[in-house]
């Protein structure tokens, strides 16, 4: 199966389809008792991009923290924002999806159709890192609750729903996010455009503790031709605070 990739900028040459490949055929499941390991085989069985697919709208495990990251352009898919379950539970401080290519610019990649979450309130997580991107896209996702289950918190500085570090044309749409942190923006390490030509729309966002903000943004990022827009809610609802717009 191939699904289409926008073009890079900067004249990078970036394939224009990516090959997609089912996790369950590398020994994930909803069965499993931790899918690292089958996540990181899907990943690996293609050289370049690839799209990895859960089919089943059931609850697929996993375990370690800092233990999946993607140096190329990966794609995750679901099969139904609600039905199909991550659930992160972690034994130490960390992130649970990392988007990178370490000192260079990562062209496409995104995760959709899928909710995360956790039963852990005691480490601090990261749901998404997402650093120097280009051409990134989330969409139709939940994180830190889906029908009634419980925040994305605990740590110290709190757990944060996505991180992101720059870099550019990037999409995210149909978000629910329940959250210390829902959303954090932060400084480009590798390039001064830290939000550049980015599309945030149709937002749900739920600060799950007091003191922390919808999204924080932190000191020194710079934004340029950026949109948010569509239906966004966001609320603060420990504090008894509620903001529209």
């Not at 709208?57 to 370690?64: G, R």
């Not at 990966?74 to 370490?102: E, H």
């Not at 001064?192 to 003191?211: C, E, I, K, P, R």
Request: proline share 3%; glycine share 12%.
């Amino acid at each position: 199966n191939q699904i289409p990739v926008l073009p890079g900028s900067g004249g990078a040459a970036v394939p224009t389809t990516i090959t997609s490949v089912v996790i369950t055929n590398f020994g994930g499941g909803c069965a499993v008792a931790d899918n690292t390991a089958a996540l990181l085989l899907a990943v690996a069985s293609v050289s370049g991009p690839v799209e990895v697919t859960f089919p089943s709208s059931c609850v697929y495990t996993f375990t370690q923290a800092n233990a999946i990251t993607f140096s190329k352009s990966v794609f995750i898919k679901g099969a139904d924002m609600y039905g199909t379950v991550l659930r992160y539970t972690p034994t130490a401080n960390g992130t649970f999806l990392n988007w990178s290519a370490g000192l260079g610019q990562l062209y496409g990649g995104g995760f959709s159709d899928i909710s995360v979450v956790t039963n852990d309130s005691t480490y601090a997580k990261i749901a998404f890192s997402v650093n120097d991107v280009t051409n990134f896209r989330m969409q139709n996702v939940t994180c830190g609750w889906v029908n009634g289950g419980v925040y994305w918190v605990g740590g110290t500085g709190g757990s944060t729903c996505l991180f992101t570090r720059g870099r550019e044309a990037s999409i995210f749409d149909n978000l629910t996010f329940n959250a210390d942190k829902p959303i954090e923006i932060g400084l480009n390490q590798h390039n001064g455009g830290s939000v550049d030509h980015w599309h945030f729309s149709n937002l749900y966002l739920s600060a799950g503790t007091a003191g922390y903000s919808i999204i924080t943004v932190d000191p020194g990022v710079t934004w340029s031709d950026t949109t948010f827009d569509g239906y966004n809610r966001s609320e603060e609802r420990r504090v008894g605070k509620e903001c529209r717009s």
